[in-house]
């Protein structure tokens, strides 16, 4: 029985590709590719994964024991913190925003 979320814009897999799974310590059934480069990889430390610094001067940063990304119950947890650090880089949709909250008062 495969454990794959009834929301399918949620979870893809992509059994196909030459890496899947492309974390060794993931397991394959639950294992979603939607997410096949971290969006929270910008973020940097403030990710909250499981990554290390690694490099001479520790300037790389070392995903690969980090499953975030790639478990079906996290989707809504990066949507929404994409969704925040986005929005706090644009302050001008943060005024349109407030605008919109007026308007519906």
């Known amino acids: 029985m495969s454990k794959t979320p009834p929301q399918s814009y949620k979870f893809v897999q992509n059994k196909a590709c030459a890496y899947f799974p492309c974390h060794e310590n993931a397991d394959p059934e639950t294992f979603n590719c939607l997410f096949c480069y971290c969006p929270l990889y910008f973020l940097g430390e403030r990710c909250k994964g499981n990554f290390k610094k690694i490099g001479l001067n520790g300037e790389i940063k070392d995903c690969s024991h980090c499953l975030i990304p790639h478990k079906p119950e996290n989707y809504e ?20 925003d407030e605008e919109d909250k007026e308007k519906e008062e």
Do not use: A
């Open 77 to 96: 947890y990066i949507v929404r913190t994409v969704g925040e650090h986005l929005h706090r880089s644009f302050p001008k949709y943060q005024d349109e």
